[in-house]
Nanobody
Framework: VQLVESGGGLVQPGGSLRLSCAAS????????MRWYRQAPGKERELVAW????????DYADSVKGRFTISRDNAKNTVYLQMNSLKPEDTAVYYC?????????WGQGTQVTVSS
């Protein structure tokens, strides 16, 4: 299993970023995909998840209405569109699957929201 996140960077408050997570080593279309984030000194928190075929999704209250999770099963990729970014969204963002009772993580991508 390999998960590779990309798309992070430095953005001003109110800006947007789109994160991508390219997956390999498993049958992507069979698994719920999740985005987590971890800010300095804080625990990792679930940001959003999307079902295997994309019919269901949900979000942390802190990002509802601003973030959108989506997936392209033909490309084995999950996305996180982040709009109206706030300084408190600054964190390392990780994608995740749980497969055969084991959690797999990518290396993460840094998102910094600052003026």
């Amino acid at each position: 299993v390999q998960l590779v996140e990309s798309g992070g960077g430095l953005v001003q408050p109110g800006g947007s970023l789109r994160l991508s997570c390219a997956a390999s080593g498993f049958t992507f279309s069979r698994y719920t995909m999740r985005w987590y984030r971890q800010a300095p000194g804080k625990e990792r928190e679930l940001v959003a998840w999307i079902s295997s075929v994309g019919g269901s999704a949900d979000y942390a209250d802190s990002v509802k209405g601003r973030f959108t999770i989506s997936r392209d099963n033909a490309k084995n990729t999950v996305y996180l569109q982040m709009n109206s970014l706030k300084p408190e969204d600054t964190a390392v963002y990780y994608c995740n699957i749980i497969r055969q009772f084991t959690a797999y993580w990518g290396q993460g991508t840094q998102v910094t929201v600052s003026s």
